[in-house]
């Protein structure tokens, strides 16, 4: 099964302010929740650069891997600033 098919990936911002603009002490938060249970699988708070840039390499992966892939991948990044290569 394909990743995009078991799981979505969610970025909430704390507020409207774009990364660029957030305030130094905001957090956002990204979670991979599983599609087939709405589980939360996955949850990270971060900065909103982080924030940003790690929900772009989710769903980057989310169209290239399948869901085994994808889950092994991302299960072992603890720091949302160190992404997986």
């Known amino acids: 099964?394909?990743?995009?098919?078991?799981?979505?990936?969610?970025?909430?911002?704390?507020?409207r302010a774009p990364a660029v603009l957030a305030d130094l002490d905001r957090v956002d938060q990204v979670e991979v929740v599983d599609l087939l249970d709405g589980e939360v699988l996955l949850?990270?708070?971060?900065?909103?650069?982080?924030?940003?840039r790690l929900g772009r390499a989710l769903r980057v992966d989310?169209?290239?891997?399948d869901a085994e892939e994808f889950r092994d991948r991302w299960s072992t990044v603890q720091d949302p600033g160190d992404l997986p290569t």
């Open 1 to 15: 099964m394909r990743a995009r098919d078991a799981f979505e990936v969610t970025v909430r911002r704390a507020s």
């Open 43 to 52: 949850f990270w708070d971060c900065t909103p650069q982080e924030a940003s």
């Open 62 to 65: 989310l169209g290239a891997l």
